[in-house]
């Protein structure tokens, strides 16, 4: 047993007593307002919320639950190792090792390329029996329920306007974002806001991004480059925090040890891309 997992038993049992509860999650879930038939974007730290008997598979079986069989659970399945090595930096790779990894990263495969740095719920929930992915090798999404293939199918963009993010926003009342011990700087759903306040004013700050993928025609692996947005999280903890302060934008309670807010992704798209044509335009005009 890890000195982390000894800590996170401590912490749980002077808080409540004895380990977390499928019942429990369920309840402080039901307080917090997840309703069967949403759309819902999870954002976890499994670490933060407690020790949970059964850990990820338990909080998976409970979400899916409640979200009930109108509902579709989605979470981020990203895979940065599969990108140009040129741009790694925790950690970077020596500069003589760039051609051999462009020319011997495994493909990406949606059913079988492991999740990177998303933590053991994604990573769980993307071997869930039933589970979607998306075809992008860098930024997939995973998804299950009534909407998922709507959710992750055409994934060609990899945070903008063809792909999970949008079709969640398409959704409107019905498409939600839930961050789970974690802030708003894992919230990738306002890299769909930073694509469209970047597109709105002709701002092009893009980058020559890679990825090992399947080629179609002859089922082997190939190494294939794109123009992509640069995408920058330094300012969304500020506009998660401006985005709470006004009243009805978010739910905030708890779920176990750990801080949960519920929110409508199309309020955060839009609010978060107002905010950035206000206070980023500020920072390229000074």
Request: proline share 5%; charged share 25%; aromatic share 10%.
């Amino acid at each position: 047993m890890s000195e982390k997992e000894r800590a996170v038993i401590a912490r749980t049992h002077e808080a409540f007593g004895t380990c977390l509860t499928a019942e429990k999650l369920k309840e402080d879930f039901n307080k917090l307002g997840i309703l069967p038939g949403m759309n819902l974007l999870v954002h976890c730290s499994l670490s933060k919320i407690g020790w949970i008997c059964g850990g990820s598979v338990t909080l998976i079986q409970v979400l899916l639950d409640l979200l009930g069989p109108e509902g579709t659970l989605i979470m981020p399945s990203h895979t940065s190792d599969n990108s140009n090595p040129k741009y790694w930096q925790n950690p970077p790779v020596p500069s003589e090792w760039f051609d051999t990894i462009r020319q011997s990263m495994p493909m990406y495969q949606s059913d079988r390329t492991p999740t990177l740095y998303m933590g053991k719920l994604a990573e769980t929930f993307r071997k869930w029996p039933g589970v979607l992915r998306s075809e992008h090798p860098q930024h997939s999404m995973i998804a299950f329920g009534k909407n998922a293939k709507l959710i992750i199918d055409k994934h060609i963009d990899s945070c903008s306007e063809q792909s999970p993010l949008a079709r969640l926003y398409d959704l409107n009342d019905n498409g939600y974002v839930l961050l789970l011990g974690v802030e708003y700087e894992n919230n990738t759903s306002l890299h769909l806001s930073e694509y469209r306040f970047q597109t709105n004013n002709n701002i092009e700050k893009t980058f020559i991004s890679g990825a090992s993928i399947e080629n179609p025609e002859t089922k082997k692996r190939q190494w294939i480059e794109w123009n992509d947005y640069d995408y920058d999280s330094n300012d969304f903890n500020d506009i998660g925090r401006a985005f709470d302060y006004i009243e009805g934008n978010t739910t905030i309670g708890s779920v176990g040890l750990a801080k949960a807010r519920l929110m409508k992704q199309y309020l955060l798209i839009d609010f978060a891309t107002d905010w950035m044509n206000k206070n980023r335009m500020k920072k390229n005009t000074s």
